[in-house]
């Protein structure tokens, strides 16, 4: 790998991340994962196709890792949430209390969407990829990331109106 690629690769941690967290929930799981993908990337380095989008390629393999992990859980049997202690240090103020506690419900809402909408809504409305670029990701045809965007975003605003009364992941998929 030359330095060019390295420093690429390095400058996308904090994206990766962030796509990671929104993935898991947990800060702990995003930074394994991210890590897992790195390790992942720099092992096959040469599957990586030079002139093609390395952020692509990496936000591919953090999602692929994650749907392994997820489908080896739900093998184990492993069904526990993590808490992030974050979310349970008290606030001084009551605004920044009620802020942080809707921030803990639309982060656990948007885990409740089924994984395909989650990961659309995640590149495109979190990590700012265009619709084109988040379908080429998560090799889609455009037209259905569109559809799973827009069902994702409906039901967050369901969630936020507080017209959900059922969880995210009823009705079909795409």
Same mark, same amino acid.
Not at 34 to 61: H, N, P
Not at 96 to 111: N, Y
Not at 139 to 164: E, H, I, K, M, N
């Given at each position: 790998?030359?330095?060019?690629?390295?420093?690429?690769?390095?400058?996308?941690?904090?994206?990766?991340?962030?796509?990671?967290?929104?993935?898991?929930?947990?800060?702990?799981?995003?930074?394994?994962?991210?890590?897992?993908?790195?390790?992942?990337?720099?092992?096959?380095?040469?599957?990586?196709?030079?002139?093609?989008?390395?952020?692509?390629?990496?936000?591919?393999?953090?999602?692929?890792?994650?749907?392994?992990?997820?489908?080896?859980?739900?093998?184990?049997? #492993?069904? +526990?949430?993590? *808490?992030?202690?974050?979310? =349970?240090?008290? $606030? /001084?103020? @009551?605004?920044? &209390?009620?802020?942080?506690?809707?921030?803990?419900?639309?982060?656990?809402?948007?885990?409740?969407?089924?994984?395909?909408?989650? #990961?659309? +809504?995640?590149? *495109?409305?979190?990590?700012? =990829?265009?619709? $084109? /670029?988040? @379908?080429?990701? &998560?090799?889609?045809?455009?037209?259905?990331?569109?559809?799973?965007?827009?069902?994702?975003?409906?039901?967050?605003?369901?969630?936020?109106?507080?017209?959900? *009364?059922?969880?995210?992941?009823?009705?079909?998929?795409?």
């Amino acid at each position: 790998m030359n330095k060019e690629t390295w420093t690429a690769m390095t400058a996308l941690q904090p994206r990766l991340r962030r796509f990671a967290y929104g993935l898991t929930g947990s800060l702990d799981e995003a930074d394994d994962l991210v890590q897992a993908a790195y390790e992942r990337a720099i092992s096959r380095i040469a599957q990586w196709q030079a002139g093609t989008r390395l952020d692509s390629w990496m936000y591919r393999i953090v999602q692929t890792i994650h749907i392994n992990r997820q489908q080896a859980n739900r093998v184990r049997g #492993a069904h +526990l949430t993590p *808490v992030d202690p974050d979310t =349970l240090a008290a $606030r /001084d103020q @009551a605004r920044a &209390l009620e802020a942080s506690i809707t921030l803990a419900k639309v982060r656990g809402f948007i885990g409740r969407l089924p994984e395909e909408q989650r #990961a659309t +809504l995640l590149l *495109v409305a979190v990590e700012g =990829l265009s619709y $084109r /670029d988040a @379908a080429e990701v &998560l090799d889609l045809p455009v037209g259905t990331l569109t559809s799973r965007v827009a069902r994702a975003r409906v039901a967050l605003r369901d969630f936020v109106d507080g017209s959900a *009364v059922q969880t995210a992941t009823g009705g079909g998929h795409s």
